[in-house]
C-alpha cells in the first residue's frame, strides 16, 4: 500500500528536518517542495530576472518553458535538485535565495508548474513531502497530515545557524526580518497560501527535542496507516 504524508509549516520550523527522518524510519521517499521553488528563484537570479526590486515573470515563465528543473534521485536514494541536469542543491540554501523565493512562490503560473513537477514524483510511491500548501492545496486527500511550528525567536536562530558558517557579515536581526517578511507573503498570498490543512496533527516544537517530536509524528502515522490496512 502506498501513502502520501504532508508536513507543512513556516520557513526554518523544522519540518524539512522531521520530514527526512520520518522518511527514513518509515524507509519511504522523502520530497522538500521548498527546494523547487528555490531552484525556480536561483535560475530567476542567475539569469538577471530581478529588477528593481521585482522579478520579470514573464520572461521567466517563458524561460522555465524552455528549461529544465527537477528532482533526481542520487545512488542513496536521495532526491537532489537539477537546473538544466546540473546539481544545484547547495546553490539553492543561501540567504539571497531565501529573501526572494516566497515572492516567486506567490505567482499562480510558478506555483502551476511546481505543482506538476509535485505531483508527477508522487506517483506509484509513497513519500513524505514538505512546504506550505502541500496538506492543503498539492495533496489535501493526503493520508496523514502535519502541521509543524515553532516561535519566530527559535526559527530566527535556526536559521542563523544554518547560513552563519557560509554567510560571515549576516545578523541575526536580518534572518528574523526575513523569516517575518516571507511569513507575510506565505500568509497572505492568493494562491494556496500557507495554512494548517484540515485533518492535519499541529505541533509546536518549541521545547522539544527532535527526537521527541519524531515519536509523536511516527505513532500517529503508524495508527492511521495500520487503521487504513486492517
Do not use: C, W
Amino acid at each position: 500500500m502506498n501513502f502520501i504524508v504532508t508536513i507543512d509549516g513556516p520557513s526554518s520550523s523544522g519540518k524539512s528536518t522531521l520530514a527526512k527522518r520520518l522518511a527514513k524510519k518509515l524507509s519511504i521517499l522523502h520530497i522538500d517542495s521548498g527546494s523547487i521553488y528555490r531552484a525556480v528563484t536561483l535560475y530567476a537570479l542567475q539569469n538577471n530576472l530581478l529588477l528593481n526590486g521585482k522579478f520579470l515573470m514573464k520572461k521567466l515563465i517563458n524561460i522555465l518553458s524552455m528549461s529544465s528543473i527537477s528532482l533526481k534521485e542520487n545512488s542513496n536514494g536521495i532526491f537532489k535538485m537539477h537546473i538544466n541536469n546540473l546539481d544545484v542543491e547547495n546553490k539553492i540554501r543561501g540567504s539571497k535565495v531565501s529573501k526572494h523565493v516566497s515572492e516567486i512562490a506567490k505567482h499562480k503560473k510558478i506555483r502551476d508548474f511546481v505543482l506538476k513537477i509535485q505531483r508527477d514524483i508522487s506517483k506509484n510511491k509513497s513519500i513524505v513531502m514538505d512546504g506550505r500548501d502541500i496538506g492543503s492545496f498539492v495533496f489535501p486527500d493526503a493520508d496523514v497530515k502535519f502541521y509543524i511550528d515553532s516561535s519566530i525567536k527559535t526559527r530566527s536562530i535556526r536559521r542563523f545557524n544554518q547560513l552563519k558558517q557560509f554567510e560571515k557579515k549576516l545578523s541575526i536581526d536580518e534572518v528574523k526580518y526575513d523569516l517575518l517578511s516571507r511569513d507575510k507573503i506565505d500568509k497572505n498570498r492568493k494562491n494556496s497560501p500557507l495554512i494548517i490543512p484540515e485533518n492535519s496533527l499541529f505541533i509546536n516544537n518549541d521545547n522539544r527535542s527532535i527526537d521527541d517530536v519524531l515519536n509523536i509524528m511516527l505513532d500517529h502515522v503508524k495508527s492511521i496507516i495500520n487503521k487504513k490496512v486492517s
